[in-house]
Each structure stands twice: as C-alpha cells, then as structure tokens.
C-alpha cells in the first residue's frame, strides 16, 4: 500500500531536514524488499525490537529514528509493516492522515525518564541541582516540540520550574539517542533520556530518577499497516516479547 505526497499538517516542531531521510528510505526500499517484516520504530526501541525479531519465525528489518521522522516516512508513502512510535502525537496525526487505522493500534511498552550525567558522575539531590552542574554548559535533550523525549522532558522541567532557566541552554537532538551520545562523548555534563537508554550505555550514569508522576506517561503505541505488520504487532504483545522488553527496562503495557 503507498499514500499521497503530504505536507500539511504536520505536528508542531517538524523540520524539513527530515524529508532527506524519507528520500534515503525511499531510495532503499529495494534493499528491504527481502524482509518479511519491516518495522519503523522509535530510536529507543532499536536495540529491544531487534532482540524480539529473534523471536519471529519470519525475517525482520528493524529501521530505526526519531518519531517525527519515521512518521513522516510513513506518511510519504515508505514501505512498512508495522510502525511503532514513542509518542501518541505522532501516531494521532497519521491517524488524520488518514495512513493508520485506529482499531490497528495498541500500546505495546512504557518508560521512564532520567537525568544522565557521563560515567560515574555523582548523583543530583534534586533537580535544581542541575543549575550548579550545567554551569554555562548545555543540556542534551531530544528536540522539544518534536522528538517524544523532548516533549517529555520539557514537559518535567516546566513542572519543576526549570524551563526558563535551562531553555537558552539547550543541546537539542533529532533523537533521543541522539541526546545518549552528547553525554557519553561528554560534550554535555547532562541530559535527560528514557531510563533504557541510559541503562543500554555503560558510558553515561543516573544521576537523577525522575518520578513517572513527574513528567507525562510515556507510552509506545504501535500500529499494523499490512497483515505481516499485524502478525509482528501480535508477538510484541505475546509473553515472550515482553520478557524481552523488561529486560531492556521498558514498563509493561
């Protein structure tokens, strides 16, 4: 199934560049034309949804990115199966794009978020804390209008009454392993990541927990576009799929 050329109505926070990587997908969908099963998914759900294929009895590609960006794939007509994203505002908006059928969706995982510092930082007390740790350096954080963990993140520091105080000093990512990486390079003294993200590098440390009352649920809804999609879908859901997702930190549906 392919949909219409679109670009109206895109979420709040969409950029542009993110239409090359559409093309680069487009340009490569011979290459994933072997695979029985496609999935687009979030960025933080590369590393457990291609532990799960393991358990398909049929091959799996696992093509990972920002939200925002795979939506966007989706929405341009890029050949997947089954697409599940780290936001509902994504999903909504393929839903009015008239690409997801709402009786095809289900959330499939739940996370966390924590403030990450580079290896064997000390812990914060507190979250205002991190004023005297950032200094004048920059928090990573996933784009704020866009990537889910943004949207997460600033949704805790407006609670927390740190937004204006830390906005100006943001180090703004595509993704939220994006934001992983500024930390365990040490190019930023933080960041604020989901809690599996933070436990899949051993070069980044926990300085802080934030409590899952603190910021909005973080939810994984996925969606089946084809029958081989629905049959992929069907195994997240399955006993053994979610084994694999507490490994890897991820909360139960």
């Known amino acids: 199934m392919t949909w219409p050329f679109k670009t109206k109505g895109l979420p709040a926070g969409s950029r542009a560049g993110g239409l090359c990587a559409i ?22 759900l590369r590393d457990v ?6 358990l398909s009895d049929t091959k799996v590609t696992v093509s ?7 939506a966007r794939q989706v929405a341009q007509g890029a050949p997947a199966d089954v697409i599940v ?30 403030v990450i510092g580079p290896a064997e930082s000390a812990a914060l007390q507190a979250p205002n804390d991190m004023r005297d740790r950032l200094g004048t ?30 906005k100006n000093q943001l180090a703004e990512t ?13 190019e930023a003294p933080l960041g604020i990541v989901y809690a ?25 809804p996925g969606a089946a576009l084809t029958p081989a999609g629905a049959e992929f879908l069907t195994l997240l859901k399955s006993e053994p799929a ?12």
Not at 23 to 44: D, G, K, R, Y
Not at 196 to 220: C, E, G, L, R
Request: aromatic residues 8%; without cysteine.
């Open 174 to 186: 595509d993704s939220v392993r994006g934001a992983l990486a500024f930390v365990a390079r040490g």
């Open 85 to 114: 994203l780290a936001h509902d505002q994504w999903m909504d908006w393929l839903e009015t794009e008239g690409v997801v059928d709402p009786s095809h969706r289900h959330i499939v995982a739940r996370n966390s978020l924590v």
């Open 137 to 166: 350096d920059r928090l990573a954080m996933g784009q704020r209008d866009a990537v889910p963990a943004g949207l997460y993140a600033k949704a805790w520091l407006q609670r927390e009454g740190l937004w204006d105080k830390t």
């Open 242 to 253: 979610q084994l694999v997702f507490e490994q890897h930190g991820f909360k139960s549906p």
């Open 64 to 70: 990972a990115a920002g939200s925002g960006t795979i």
């Open 23 to 44: 093309w680069l997908v487009l340009a490569n969908a011979a290459s994933f034309a072997q695979a029985e099963t496609l999935v687009f998914a979030a960025a933080s």
């Open 49 to 54: 949804l291609q532990d799960v294929a393991q």
């Open 196 to 220: 599996t993200d933070a436990q899949a590098d051993i070069n980044v440390s926990v300085v802080y927990d934030i409590p899952v009352q603190d910021h909005p649920p973080i939810t994984y």
